[in-house]
């Protein structure tokens, strides 16, 4: 579903250069769940920017759907560390943009607003305007808006970092059903070990800066997952400690 042929990223400005992606080759299968995770300034961001179609790669080719990004795409989703509601709108209108957006007509899309609401239970909040929900429930809407459309692939850039550790438990177990239920394709960047290894079936390790793959580590434990939970926790434990010592690894030489 997404593939990256050699992708390369260097950022020219007058304080020089920065090269913050090195050669990238990363085939992503329909409907797999692909962690990023990499020390900060490694590129996990560009990364996500480029598949997106935010940036024209330096150097390489990247495929969505069999078909080279060279622009924003309706069926890419994105979703940021900041829900960025606009706050005039109502929780239903926030979700709604999309359809404006893309001109799809919001009439047909409504219910489908209303059942994602209430999927990630804020049935009931649909009138209030986003200062009135906690930062956990603005972050639901964020990701209601970006299902909106039913997009193939989704793209987190470390969706549930800004929020306290059991809103982000709620919110991880709720991005595993969605993905369960509807299977977009996922690329989700992320600082947390605990959060990769719970989410992804695989975790790529990316070097510092240049961002090249260390390592891509399968992560073979049946769904759902959740870290408090007896029956696969010993594995779960293993992948923690593999990550981190990939992690760790200073001077960790790219594959
Ligand atoms: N538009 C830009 N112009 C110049 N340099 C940039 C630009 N965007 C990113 N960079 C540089 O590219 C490198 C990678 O940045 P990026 O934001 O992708 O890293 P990251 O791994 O997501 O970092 P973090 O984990 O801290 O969010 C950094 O050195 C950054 O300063």
Do not use: Y
């Amino acid at each position: 579903m997404i593939q990256l042929f050699g992708v390369s990223q260097v950022f020219s400005g007058r304080a020089g250069t920065v090269e913050a992606l090195r050669d990238i080759d990363l085939q992503i299968a329909e409907g797999e769940f692909v962690a990023v995770v990499g020390r900060s300034g490694c590129g996990k961001s560009t990364l996500l920017r480029l598949v997106a179609g935010l940036l024209p790669p330096t150097q390489g080719e990247i495929q969505v759907a069999g078909e080279r990004v060279t622009k924003a795409r309706r069926d890419i989703a994105l979703l940021f560390q900041r829900p960025a509601l606009l706050p005039w709108r109502t929780v239903l209108d926030n979700v709604l943009l999309p359809a404006e957006i893309f001109r799809l007509g919001r009439s047909s899309l409504r219910a489908r607003a209303l059942g994602l609401l209430e999927m990630v239970g804020l049935q009931g909040f649909e009138k209030r305007l986003p200062h009135e929900l906690s930062g956990g429930m603005q972050q639901r809407v964020a990701l209601c808006r970006s299902l909106l459309t039913g997009p193939r692939v989704l793209l987190m850039d470390e969706p549930f970092s800004a929020l306290d550790a059991l809103t982000r438990e709620d919110l991880s177990t709720e991005l595993q059903r969605i993905h369960m239920e509807h299977r977009p394709t996922i690329m989700f960047v992320t600082h947390s070990i605990d959060e990769a290894v719970l989410l992804a079936d695989r975790v790529v390790v990316l070097s510092p800066r240049p961002g090249q793959i260390v390592e891509i580590l399968d992560i073979d434990v049946p769904r759902p997952r959740s870290l408090g939970r007896t029956a696969h926790v010993a594995e779960l434990a293993a992948a923690q400690a593999e990550l981190h010592e990939l992690l760790m690894r200073r001077e960790a030489a790219p594959a």
